[in-house]
């Protein structure tokens, strides 16, 4: 697959993927959304990777937002249609992938590359990074799920002062907020991630997707979260990975997943 605004990066089992218009400080425009979202859905469907980490090109930004330049004379249907689209080609696919999607926060993280960290399943960030929702300074709302998600992860109170301000956290208080898991050096950063990496595929891939989904299910208003964790830890039962765990244990040796 051939992508204008990004770059895949396989390392064996890891897939990194780098937004690279650093000269725009990665904006998403829409052609980087559609890109992503196709990135994403081959990533998955290929076997061989375990763990995709999504970076920022550039030692200045993961994303800066939304491309100004490409809404700014939008109607209201437009812009509707924009924050919808967006969300199904991209936000909600990261956020329900059945493999693990780790957010490396290089630099700024704002608008909608914040919307976009925060789909994924969690975040590391360096110490230069800064993040935040400007987008009422531009009179508009978070249209990425910047709204709920925020407020999923740093609470009600938190999220509402973040977005009516406008204003940027640092890495650290991020950390203090629970946006952000880790915080490290700009160097460090994308070796602390592959780290978490090799750690995340030791484990089952199966019951890690099902993890994902169960996560997940506390935050979709359609299903019970505690019913959809019971299906899944019974699913697992029927599982060659669940097998081979509970053997390897019994047997005191590593277990060898076959992913299945
Ligand atoms: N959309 C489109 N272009 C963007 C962008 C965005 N969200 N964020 C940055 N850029 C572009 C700038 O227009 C500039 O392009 P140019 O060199 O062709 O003029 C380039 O990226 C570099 O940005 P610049 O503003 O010169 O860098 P800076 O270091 O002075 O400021 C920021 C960095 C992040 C504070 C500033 O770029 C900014 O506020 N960006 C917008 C953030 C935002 O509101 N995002 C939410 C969008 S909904």
């Known amino acids: 697959m051939k992508f204008n605004n990004i770059i895949i990066d396989q390392q064996e089992n890891l897939a990194v993927v780098t937004i690279n218009r650093p000269k725009k400080l990665n904006a ?12 994403f859905k081959a990533l998955e469907s290929e076997e061989s990777i375990k763990v995709i980490v999504l970076t920022g090109s550039g030692d200045k930004a993961f994303v800066a937002g939304a491309d100004i330049s490409e809404f700014a004379d939008f109607s209201i249907e437009e812009g509707g249609k924009l924050a919808a689209k967006g969300q199904e080609l991209l936000f909600d696919l990261v ?8 957010a490396v926060i290089n630099g700024f993280a704002l608008g909608g590359g914040l919307e976009l960290a925060m789909s994924c ?3 590391i960030a360096s110490t230069n990074a800064k993040m935040g929702l400007p987008e009422v300074s531009l009179g508009v709302i978070p249209g ?5 998600r925020l407020a999923q992860l740093v609470g009600k109170g938190k999220a509402m002062e973040m977005i009516m301000t406008a204003g940027m956290i640092s890495a650290d208080d991020a950390k203090d907020w629970g946006l952000v898991n880790t915080v490290t050096t700009q160097e460090e950063l994308l070796e602390l991630a592959k780290n978490i990496a090799s750690k995340i595929m030791r484990n089952s891939s199966v019951a890690i997707s099902a993890a994902i989904r169960a996560v997940n299910a506390n935050f979709d208003k359609e299903v019970n979260g505690y019913e959809v964790e019971i299906a899944e830890f019974g699913n697992c039962f029927g599982t060659e990975d669940f097998k081979e765990g509970t053997s390897a244990f019994l047997e005191k040796r590593k277990p060898s997943f076959p992913g299945k």
């Open 28 to 39: 998403l425009n829409k052609e980087t959304i559609l890109e992503l979202s196709n990135a």
């Open 95 to 102: 956020e329900n992938l059945s493999k693990p999607v780790i």
């Open 121 to 123: 399943h969690f975040r």
């Open 144 to 148: 990425y799920g910047g709204t709920q």
